[in-house]
């Protein structure tokens, strides 16, 4: 009896409606919003060829997983419907985006200011406005209406300034070029590159065709679905679209195509300016005390760390292969005091008088140290006198001539050359080495090559970084590359530092030989 009277009542209560998604009003700050436009004119073909419109429609709303959304279903000015599914027909007459977004617009202004929105656009792209809509919106009298409506839709688009991403459905003419942006019509592409900005250009577009997922700023704003593919193609557009966020793209980007071609780049760069010389490269010349030395540029020689070289200077046997001779010239100041006239001098003066600088320097403090009372005293007096000697007149006395020493008081001459071992620029001019460089060919010059100078041997040029007793002969003069031709002008585009670190060399100097 129980079970008849049960079956009586489910004939008589009419079945439940069919279940609705139900968008999401205005709430809190903070939340994210998923505006969905939908083309709802009589142009668009059906979502899905399996599904009824409506059905389809709500389906795709499930694609969000409980997140919040808004619809509009838009045809011209007067067919737009807001959060009803159940008037998705696609009967609409017309197919104007400008009332479509204003109503976006519209929306937005009710959510708080920190509500992240993102739209998604279904439609075919066919931008067909009806003239009664826009008899009051200021057209210009004899203008085209279509393409008018346009402009003001992209300037809309650009102010609304939220994220744009377009599902073409159908078959749509081809007027873009790559990926799913052939199948898009210029206009769609134009309200994507105003909502988006560069992110959406072609060329960003097309990279991101390539990745499978959106990242933070290669991201796809346009995708199509053609007839058949229903709602089995837009499930995974619409998934990703709504998705978080991630730099999964562009670390995609970076480890597939921008890493992999920034070293090939380096190592070919370092393969390109590893051949000596390079700037900030060192030539060493070694020289002895007046015997010249013939130096040629861009010649086959020997290196000394090995193997053969056809760049850089090298050594050769005549003037006549050569670019330039140097010669090293000894210092010729005499400061030993000979031709002096050391008669009445006491015995430290006279001790003190034939020392060269070292010594003079040694003894002097010792004396100050741990000499006698006597000794003390005369290196202080010594020392004053010497650093308050006029620097000119202290390079007139030791650099005068022998026949003229006599008559130069021996106490002065002493006091002169202490005066050198605190004043680094007389004692350098006076008694350093130096080299001497005659050039050959256009543009060259004789002269001596001082700690700084430039020079020019060959098609090189050079700052003398130093010129210093030591190594295998008598002096050594170093040289720095400071100006070297070469394939594209890559040694002299390119910092000294990455050169030195990408060249794949062991070393920057080498001894000319």
Known sequence: MASLLLLALLLVVPSPPPAQATPSPAGKGGESVILFLVDNSASLPPLDPDEKRVAALERMFTFLQGQSYRLILFGGRTEISVDDPGQYDNRGQWTDFYFAFDKVREIVKGYPEETEFRIILLTDGLLDAKPA???????????????????????????????????????????????????????????????????ASPAAQSLASFFTDDGVLLKKFVFRVGPGEGLKKIEPVVKRIVAPARPVAELQFLTFLVLPLTLFLFLLLG?????????????????SKGLPVYVAADRLHKVGSGGWGTTGLSLVADAKDAVATLTYQAPSVDLSGAGLDASGLDALTTRLLPMDLEELRRTLEEYADRGSKEEKIYALNLDYMAKNFDPGQAEHILTGPATERRKIPALDFLRAKVHLLSDDDIRRKLTEPRVQVVGYGRGADRKDLLPGGRIRLGRYGFLVNDVARGGRKDVRLVLYYDHVPSLLGLKTILPDAFQRVFRLRRTSERIVG
């Open 133 to 199: 809509d826009w008899k009051d919106m200021n057209v210009p009298q004899g203008r085209e209406l279509n393409p008018w409506v346009a402009g003001k839709t992209l300037a809309l688009v650009g102010e609304i300034g939220l994220p744009l991403y377009v599902i073409l459905v159908g078959d749509i003419p081809a007027e873009g070029a790559g990926g799913d942006l052939e199948q898009a019509p210029a206009f769609v592409l134009e309200m994507v590159a105003a909502a988006n900005g560069a992110k």
């Open 271 to 287: 393969i390109l300016v590893r051949s000596f010389p390079g700037p900030g490269d060192l030539e060493i010349v070694e020289l």
